[in-house]
T-cell receptor, first 111, second 114 residues
Framework: GNSVTQMEGPVTLSEEAFLTINCTYT??????LFWYVQYPGEGLQLLLK?????DKGSNKGFEATYRKETTSFHLEKGSVQVSDSAVYFC??????????FGDGTTLTVKP | EAGVVQSPRYKIIEKKQPVAFWCNPI?????LYWYLQNLGQGPELLIR????????DSQLPKDRFSAERLKGVDSTLKIQPAELGDSAVYLC????????????FGPGTRLTVT
């Protein structure tokens, strides 16, 4: 079956530091890839997505590139803020519409 | 537009009791999902509906869990009887269509079984 493996957390950074959260996947065919973010007490919300190889998703300063050759979709941000503290989930949706999520990475940004 | 609505937000019950969760998806969203999320883990799909039809319920423990989506809008997930291991957050999500689109999540229902 499909699977998503995320970098284990928690991750703690100082404000304005560079962020990378690694995500690799296993899937047949050409899935769509997503990053969702969950702020404390809230539901998951879409951060960015990419639907085909070499696509770059971006939003709120976050970026991730769909790398078919390395089956990866790493999340990056050049300068994190305290408000970015949350849990980040990497996910894929197969061509058949089946979604698989990683276990999440908790990010804490300190001022 | 209004987001996905779930109720209740929190529920505490004793084991062997029944419990039900309700979800109202975003208007016009044909696809509805129920997920289970354990602490420190990602959401795991329980069931996916396309309109009124359950198209993927392979992970739903059918001996105690049931779900319905009447008229292709609201949905109810039921557990009867609840077990201690059912303590988790139950998430509902919806999307315009199945396939490669993003999902919109509700805030979840946190169930505690004592």
């Amino acid at each position: 079956g499909n699977s998503v493996t995320q970098m284990e957390g928690p991750v703690t950074l100082s404000e304005e530091a560079f962020l990378t959260i690694n995500c690799t996947y296993t899937a047949t065919g050409y899935p769509s890839l997503f990053w969702y973010v969950q702020y404390p007490g809230e539901g998951l919300q879409l951060l960015l997505k990419a639907t085909k190889a070499d696509d770059k998703g971006s939003n709120k300063g976050f970026e991730a590139t769909y790398r078919k050759e390395t089956t990866s979709f790493h999340l990056e941000k050049g300068s994190v803020q305290v408000s970015d503290s949350a849990v980040y989930f990497c996910a894929l949706t197969s061509n058949a519409g089946k979604s698989t999520f990683g276990d999440g990475t908790t990010l804490t940004v300190k001022p | 537009e209004a987001g996905v609505v779930q109720s209740p937000r929190y529920k505490i019950i004793e084991k062997k009791q029944p419990v039900a969760f309700w979800c109202n998806p975003i208007s016009g969203h044909n696809t509805l999902y129920w997920y289970l999320q354990n602490l420190g883990q990602g959401p795991e799909l329980l069931i996916r509906y396309e309109n009124e039809e359950a198209v993927d319920d392979s992970q739903l423990p059918k001996d105690r869990f049931s779900a319905e989506r009447l008229k292709g809008v609201d949905s109810t997930l039921k557990i009867q009887p609840a077990e201690l291991g059912d303590s988790a957050v139950y998430l509902c999500a919806s999307s315009l269509e199945s396939g490669r689109g993003e999902q919109y999540f509700g805030p979840g229902t946190r169930l505690t079984v004592t």
